[in-house]
C-alpha cells in the first residue's frame, strides 16, 4: 500500500532540541550544558514514570518539573523570571535548517505531528516556526494521558487521519520512539543525525566525556529492543527519496 501521510515526531526531529543550551547559558553563565542535558534526559525519563504509575500530567507540567529538578541537584538559585524565559524558549525551539523544505516536498500527502507535547505548547511552537502552513494535524498525545512509546499514542494518527498503519511513514530522530512506532506496526524512519563513529570519536578526544557526548551516548543510538526502523537517513531532506 503507498504511504499517504508522513507524520513526524516534534522535539528533536523537526525542532532542534540542542537550541536551548543558548537560552540557558544565558540564564545560568556556565552551566547551559549541563542544564540542557539533565534537563532533556529527566523530561523524557518522567514521561516514561508517569506513564507507568499511571499518574499523568501534560507535557508543560513535565517539562516545568524536570527543569525545576535540574536547577535543584546543580545547586543553582534562581528567580521566577529567569525559570520562565527558559521555559518560554520551548515555544521557540529552532527548526532543523531542512525541515520546511522536505516537509513542502512531501506534499501532496498529509503531513502531520505526533508528539508529547501538549496541546498549547504544541499549537504556539507550529505557528510561531511557520509550520502551520503545511501541515494537516498537530496531535497531542494529551488526547489519550499517555505518553510514547505506549501504543495508544500511535492509535491517534490513524484516529486522527483516517488512516491504516501501513498507509503511514512515521519519522523519529529519537530511538525510542521509532521501536515504538515500529511496535505498533508503522513504517518507521529514522533521522541517524549521530554516527556510532562519531560518538567513538568524541569519546577519544578527550579524558572526560562533555555532557553532550553522555546525551548523545544514551538518547541518539538505536536501541536493543528488537525493532528496527525499515528506513535510516541522516537529514529530514532525504526523506522525499523514500516516501
Known amino acids: 500500500m503507498p504511504i499517504n501521510a508522513v507524520v513526524f ?22 552551566y547551559g550544558e549541563i542544564i540542557t542535558q539533565v534537563w532533556r534526559i529527566k523530561q523524557l525519563e518522567y514521561t516514561w514514570l508517569r506513564s507507568l504509575m ?38 521557540h525551539l529552532d527548526l532543523y535548517p531542512d525541515a520546511t523544505a522536505a516537509l513542502t516536498a512531501l506534499k501532496p500527502r498529509k503531513l502531520a505531528i505526533l508528539s508529547n507535547g501538549s496541546p ?6 507550529v505557528r510561531n516556526s511557520g509550520l502551520d502552513r503545511l501541515l494537516d494535524a498537530t496531535i497531542s498525545v494529551d488526547a489519550k494521558k499517555i505518553f510514547k512509546p505506549s501504543p495508544a499514542a500511535y492509535q491517534l494518527i490513524g484516529e486522527e487521519l483516517g488512516t491504516a498503519p501501513e498507509e503511514v511513514l512515521f519519522v523519529s530522530s ?13 513504517t518507521v524512519a529514522w533521522i541517524e543525525r549521530v554516527t ?6 568524541a569519546c577519544l578526544e578527550t579524558e572526560l566525556v562533555a555532557p553532550l557526548t553522555m546525551f548523545k551516548a544514551i538518547r541518539t543510538q538505536m536501541d536493543e529492543l528488537g525493532f528496527a526502523p525499515d528506513h535510516r537517513v541522516r ?4 526523506l522525499p527519496m523514500i516516501a
Open 235 to 238: 537529514a529530514l531532506s532525504e
Open 174 to 186: 529519537n530511538p525510542w520512539d521509532v521501536a515504538g512506532a515500529k511496535a505498533f506496526g508503522l
Open 196 to 201: 556510532p563513529e562519531a560518538m567513538a570519536l
Open 54 to 91: 499511571q499518574a499523568y500530567q501534560d507535557f508543560t507540567a513535565v517539562t516545568r518539573d524536570s527543569l525545576a529538578y535540574t536547577l535543584r541537584v546543580l545547586g543553582l538559585d534562581y528567580e521566577n523570571e529567569a525559570f520562565e524565559r527558559v521555559i518560554e524558549k520551548y515555544l
Open 9 to 30: 515526531d516534534a522535539y528533536g526531529t523537526l525542532y532542534d532540541i540542542q537550541s536551548v543550551a543558548e537560552i540557558t547559558e544565558d540564564a545560568f553563565p556556565g
Open 120 to 125: 498549547d505548547m504544541l499549537n504556539a511552537l
